[in-house]
């Protein structure tokens, strides 16, 4: 836990990439295989299980010290994260250590051994004495860490494509293919490590997907290098990104954060099982019913179900727009250009002969601005802007510059009132910046409809902190609720109708776009207006 914790501290007390990176490589190569895997789990956020909650945490905590109830929530709402209150508590408390001690537990002894014990244990109170005896082990550092990774919530500033280039650099093998190997299910050990990091072509599993290929927003750069003759040019579909494999008689379909999804569509399974075997494809699922593609928030009824009913196939049948070929025949052909994987992709769809599974649709401009004039039409294709994709680019890792763009449609906006805020996490655990915004309903009442946490700069969020710390009319846990006083505009990308939400609607990513500091409460927009907005966008989807 000793090299852990140094790497954590290393990789949270600086804002360099390179800095990180070196922390990284000096760390991996230094470490156990079964460590370093464990340590990829975690910082790629590929361990979610949460093996105890942090309010299990905080009642083992009071049960164990008697510490005032209240005085914790008081605690809790200056800090703002579970683990590091009880952290900070347990250093002032004397339950930890000053210094690390001598004897050290690997991380993977944490993780296969100590904290699933822990879990297994029904008695509460012999849960708590053996937290509170781990805690008196370590240092204040490891027991905030050891918090995070019982409650399944670690997280530190460093991507995983810092992770993947420091593990390359180390074993000297290529960025791409320690990728491809971390794809789909991977699970801890030292034998998964050791292919890993292998300089030898190692087997993937038949069900493993190939990286992502991912597009940079288009800017100024893009618009100076255009050639239209060069580039392929497709709708971007508001669906969820998918690789379908179909190998070894099997069909696996996989999402872009790597999750396989192939329960939640068998009414695409049962189509895919016809491709040719050894193929891969790169598409984007959709509700498409009757030549009609449908909201995502139809879309997500379908997800994370083991079996999906037989009504809900036939009221909410799913497409798949494919776009890319990745491999044909058994053959990786990412290293051909898209202009060719375009003609091997097409070859299949058509032998497919199924409405549902189509080919993506291109489209054609001459010139930047009928490229601005189509981008502006993408509503009312039912899409969300526009991928512009170099003709004779490979299907690269991740984000290459200059492979791939995304254009999307300026985004829909409500003018919204401050309501509600609650601390952030992380570097900003001790900040308030998750905020709740409202529209009023007949300038009567104010009703939440969408929550947000980005888009501010860190001086507005610091101005808008100390306020909202003097403002606060109620507090409701980790909750306040301020005087409603600033208006802010909203950005989002689609809305529907939602029972689930007081105001009746649902928005889609929504983010502060600016903080309206010229308007004042009573000249937010209303839910007449998003209702306004909610009808317009059924009129672009034809129903």
């Not at 501290?9 to 000096?26: G, I, Q």
């Not at 003609?343 to 601005?372: G, H, M, N, W, Y």
């Not at 009567?444 to 808008?464: N, W």
């Not at 529907?496 to 004042?520: C, N």
Request: proline share 4%; charged share 30%.
């Amino acid at each position: 836990m000793k090299a852990f914790a140094k790497l954590f501290d290393d990789l949270d007390s600086t804002t360099s990439t390179n800095e990180k990176v070196e922390a990284l490589k000096k760390y991996f190569a230094n470490a156990d295989p079964e460590d370093s895997m464990w340590t990829i789990l975690v910082l790629t956020g590929r361990l979610s299980k949460r093996i105890l909650t942090g309010r299990n945490l905080v009642q083992m905590f009071l049960n164990s010290t008697q510490y005032p109830a209240w005085l914790f929530d008081e605690s809790y709402d200056h800090v703002g994260d579970t683990a590091e209150t009880l952290s900070l508590l347990a250093h002032s408390l004397n339950l930890c250590r000053e210094i690390s001690s001598r004897s050290d537990k690997s991380l993977t002894t944490w993780m296969e051994k100590e904290i699933p014990a822990l879990a297994k244990l029904e008695n509460e109170n012999l849960q708590a004495e053996i937290l509170l005896k781990w805690w008196r082990q370590l240092t204040y550092q490891e027991v905030f860490i050891l918090n995070k990774l019982i409650t399944g919530a670690f997280r530190v500033g460093v991507s995983e494509k810092l992770v993947i280039r420091a593990v390359a650099e180390v074993y000297q093998i290529s960025t791409d293919q320690v990728a491809h190997r971390l794809t789909g299910n991977i699970q801890a050990g030292a034998e998964t490590f050791q292919k890993l990091v292998s300089t030898e072509a190692t087997e993937i599993t038949y069900s493993q997907p190939y990286p992502f290929c991912l597009a940079h927003p288009w800017n100024e750069r893009s618009e100076k290098d255009f050639v239209p003759e060069n580039w392929c040019i497709e709708w971007k579909y508001d669906g969820i990104r998918a690789q379908v494999i179909r190998r070894e008689d099997k069909v696996w379909i996989w999402s872009r954060g790597e999750e396989q999804i192939t329960h939640s569509f068998p009414d695409l399974a049962e189509i895919f099982m016809r491709l040719p075997e050894g193929t891969v494809l790169d598409g984007e699922i959709l509700i498409y019913k009757n030549g009609a593609i449908f909201p995502f928030q139809d879309l997500q009824k379908r997800l994370g179900r083991k079996k999906v009913a037989a009504t809900l196939l036939e009221e909410k049948p799913a497409g798949f727009f494919a776009y890319d070929c990745l491999e044909f025949k058994g053959k990786d052909i990412r290293p051909e250009p898209l202009r060719e994987r375009k003609k091997f992709l097409l070859k299949i769809i058509e032998s497919l002969d199924d409405q549902r599974v189509r080919f993506s649709p291109l489209v054609t401009v001459s010139s930047l601005a009928e490229l601005d004039d189509l981008r502006r039409q993408a509503r009312e294709k039912e899409a969300e802007g526009l991928m512009i994709k170099l003709w004779d680019g490979t299907y690269s890792v991740g984000r290459k510059t200059g492979n791939w763009w995304k254009y999307k449609v300026d985004p829909l906006t409500l003018d919204a009132v401050l309501l509600y805020a609650q601390s952030g996490t992380g570097r900003r655990s001790n900040l308030y910046t998750d905020y709740t915004f409202a529209l009023w309903n007949d300038k009567e009442e104010l009703i939440p409809f969408a929550k947000a946490y980005s888009g501010l700069e860190q001086s507005e969020i610091d101005e808008l902190d100390a306020w909202i710390r003097r403002h606060t009319k109620e507090k409701f846990g980790p909750v306040r609720a301020v005087e409603p006083t600033h208006v802010f505009e909203i950005g989002f990308e689609g809305i529907s109708l939602s029972t689930r939400h007081k105001s009746g609607i649902a928005v889609r990513f929504p983010r502060i776009l600016r903080w309206r500091r010229d308007k004042k409460p009573e000249d937010a927009d209303t839910l007449e207006t998003a209702n306004e907005l909610l009808a317009g966008a059924k009129k672009n989807e034809g129903t």
